[in-house]
């Protein structure tokens, strides 16, 4: 099966971002933001390929994660971030403050959420597990994985969240 072109059928059908890795280096990234692509590299080095072929993971700011290792190959996905709700004001600040992103980039990451897919968890997990059936002809359930302070030293700037084409919210507006 051809992983890729499968990944890029995908994500025309669900707006997510797929991130795919062989051999522990990133291969392709499928319908990312700059801030998602940031997200995804991060995640995935916090969070590496274990035991186990299909887990998520939920951030404090409910931001969903999924991965799935593919053992044939040396490769596995990572899947997100989508959120079970749009964000609040609260989640924002406690995401500006844990990513260092300085407050005058605070409306840009605003905009950033408010176009997150939107994805209650069980039907995220569900999400997961066709996806993982459809790569592997094998049936799991996802493992959620525990979460951990982040470890990211990046500054994220204004760039890092470049939507093109989309007007931004400001803080004081949510």
């Given at each position: 099966m051809?992983?890729?072109?499968m990944?890029?059928?995908?994500?025309?059908?669900v707006p997510?971002t797929?991130?795919?890795y062989?051999?522990?280096r990133?291969?392709?990234?499928h319908?990312?933001?700059?801030l998602?692509?940031?997200l995804s590299?991060?995640?995935?080095?916090?969070?590496?390929?274990?035991?186990?072929?299909l887990?998520f993971l939920?951030?404090?700011?409910?931001?969903q994660?999924?991965f799935i290792?593919l053992?044939?190959n040396?490769?596995?996905?990572?899947?997100?971030?989508?959120?079970p709700?749009?964000?609040t004001?609260?989640q924002i600040?406690?995401?500006?403050?844990t990513y260092?992103?300085?407050r005058?980039?605070?409306?840009?990451?605003?905009?950033?959420?408010h176009?997150i897919l939107?994805?209650?968890?069980?039907?995220?997990?569900n999400?997961l597990e066709f996806l993982?059936?459809?790569?592997?002809?094998?049936?799991?359930?996802?493992?959620?994985?525990?979460?951990h302070?982040?470890k990211?030293?990046t500054?994220?700037?204004?760039?890092?969240?470049s939507?093109?084409g989309?007007?931004?919210?400001?803080?004081?507006?949510?």
């Amino acid at each position: 099966m051809d992983i890729e072109l499968m990944l890029e059928k995908f994500v025309k059908s669900v707006p997510l971002t797929s991130a795919f890795y062989q051999e522990g280096r990133l291969k392709k990234i499928h319908n990312g933001q700059a801030l998602s692509n940031i997200l995804s590299e991060q995640i995935a080095k916090e969070y590496p390929p274990d035991g186990n072929n299909l887990r998520f993971l939920i951030t404090p700011e409910y931001l969903q994660f999924g991965f799935i290792r593919l053992e044939e190959n040396n490769s596995f996905l990572v899947l997100g971030p989508a959120s079970p709700y749009e964000p609040t004001l609260n989640q924002i600040n406690t995401f500006l403050s844990t990513y260092k992103i300085p407050r005058q980039n605070g409306a840009d990451a605003a905009g950033w959420f408010h176009h997150i897919l939107v994805m209650d968890t069980p039907r995220f997990r569900n999400l997961l597990e066709f996806l993982y059936y459809i790569l592997t002809r094998n049936s799991a359930e996802p493992i959620r994985t525990a979460y951990h302070t982040t470890k990211m030293t990046t500054d994220l700037h204004a760039e890092d969240f470049s939507i093109t084409g989309h007007s931004f919210h400001t803080l004081e507006n949510l």
